[in-house]
């Protein structure tokens, strides 16, 4: 029934009262009580029609305006990718440790631990690697700041000796001319950047006296820094009772890295040293993977060794700074690869994954009149994760403004260590309306 309806059936019920009237004009029936009642009847059957007729239009002005219901549905979590480990290729020959700092919240390093190590921590030759802690030794005692020179030292013909002392064993030197005179800053770069042996023995004698004096002074200094795994007994490293484990190496190149004196002059390839002349690093993977110094050491049989620090840049909130050592190699060539593929698996483990792709389907939405649309997330998002850290995905809804194509209906949120990335959930497609028909037949589900 429709609101047209009703002008016909009032027609109608005037047409019955017109033949009614007319029967009673022409005698058909002549008691008045009988013509009134049944016109009280007419009266009466024309106000049930007529409510009859209102009370249908009203309906159906409300059915076809009703509030509809709200669609059903659900939204689930897409399901978190789980991140490749990352393989660190540790040293495969002699023993090896690093630490790393500043990326902590993702490789959960802390002070003061090693973060990764390979084989035995037992002490070992460290040859010229004692440089380093002749240079801290000597510094502790007579320190150097900003770009001060320092003391100047002057050469005479005992130090000349020291030249040709070391030249029969087969060491390396450096030119130390007699009457010359030097700076400590550029004595100490002679020292560590080409290891010249005649230069670090100058230097301990210059600053306590004697070698004996210089070894009491470097146990004292061991000792207070906690390297007691850490011997000391020349200022060159010559001798292979000079002996060190890998993680007290670490620490001595921690300590070494926070010196600014000693920090430049290993970060130098090459220079020009008055009465030294031109000098170049025995560290060749200096500038190479990152790498900033520290200091090599070999010893013949004992093998090849590097305490190394490097910088590299992983995409992290700022650079990892590592500080590693590597002892016993078998040759100077083996570490230079073990360390740059060590410093090249950490840096990969670094990266971005994708963690959803936009336009992926995440729930579903109907309505009773048979309609649907699917839910989406609105954009793709990647995140950045160390290794195989867990990543985990958390689902918030909402309710929308409206149920169009784009409206938002939710929020997907993933989290790998210290990152988070969200993307919305939008509708797909829009929903139809019902027709005139479904709603005048669903009355109940109508608002």
């Given amino acids: 029934m429709t609101t047209q309806e009703s002008p016909d059936a009032l027609a109608d019920l005037g047409e019955l009262m017109r033949d009614e009237q007319d029967y009673g004009d022409a005698g058909g029936a002549a008691d008045p009580v009988a013509r009134r009642r049944r016109r009280r009847g007419w009266l009466i059957a024309a106000a049930i029609v007529l409510a009859i007729v209102l009370g249908c239009g009203g309906y159906v002005a ?261 500080v590693g050592v590597v002892l016993g190699g078998s040759s100077k060539d083996a570490v230079n690869a073990s360390v740059t593929a060590l410093i090249e698996s950490v840096q990969s483990g670094f990266r971005m994954v994708s963690v959803g792709t936009g336009g992926t389907t995440v729930g579903e939405f109907t309505v009773p009149w048979g309609d649907s649309v699917d839910v989406v997330l609105g954009e793709g998002a990647s995140i950045f994760v160390w290794s195989d850290t867990p990543i985990t995905v958390e689902l918030e809804t909402t309710t929308p403004t409206s149920w169009d194509d784009g409206a938002v209906v939710g929020t997907v949120t993933w989290t790998s260590g210290p990152n988070s990335v969200s993307v919305p959930i939008e509708i797909a497609g829009t929903l139809d309306e019902p027709t005139d028909w479904w709603r005048l037949t669903h009355p109940t589900l109508l608002g």
């Fill in 62 to 322: 409300w059915a076809t305006s009703a509030a509809l219901p709200d669609p059903e549905g659900s939204m689930s979590a897409p399901r978190a990718p789980e991140p490749e480990p990352v393989a660190l290729t540790l040293p495969s020959d002699g023993a090896s440790a690093l630490w790393v700092t500043g990326a902590e919240e993702y490789l959960g390093a802390e002070e003061p631990g090693i973060w990764a190590v390979s084989g035995p921590d037992g002490a070992r030759p460290i040859a010229s690697i004692a440089k380093i802690v002749t240079a801290l030794v000597v510094l502790d005692a007579h320190p150097l700041s900003g770009d001060d020179p320092g003391p100047t030292l002057f050469f005479d013909r005992a130090d000349h000796k020291l030249y040709d002392k070391y030249y029969v064993m087969d060491v390396t030197i450096a030119p130390m001319p007699i009457g010359s005179s030097m700076s400590l800053r550029d004595a100490l770069a002679t020292m560590l950047i080409p290891s010249a042996s005649n230069y670090a023995e100058a230097i301990a004698e210059w600053a306590f006296g004697s070698q004996w004096a210089y070894t009491e002074a470097a146990r004292r200094w061991l000792d207070e820094n906690g390297l007691g795994d850490t011997a000391i007994v020349d200022a060159t490293g010559v001798d292979a009772r000079n002996t060190s484990t890998p993680t007290d190496l670490v620490v001595l190149g921690r300590l070494a890295a926070a010196n600014p004196v000693i920090a430049e002059i290993a970060a130098t390839s090459e220079m020009s040293v008055p009465g030294a002349g031109r000098i170049a690093t025995t560290n060749t993977l200096l500038g190479t993977a990152g790498v900033t110094g520290l200091k090599t050491g070999n010893l013949g049989e004992s093998g090849s060794n590097l305490l190394y620090t490097a910088t590299i840049d992983v995409g992290a909130a700022e650079p990892l700074s590592m």
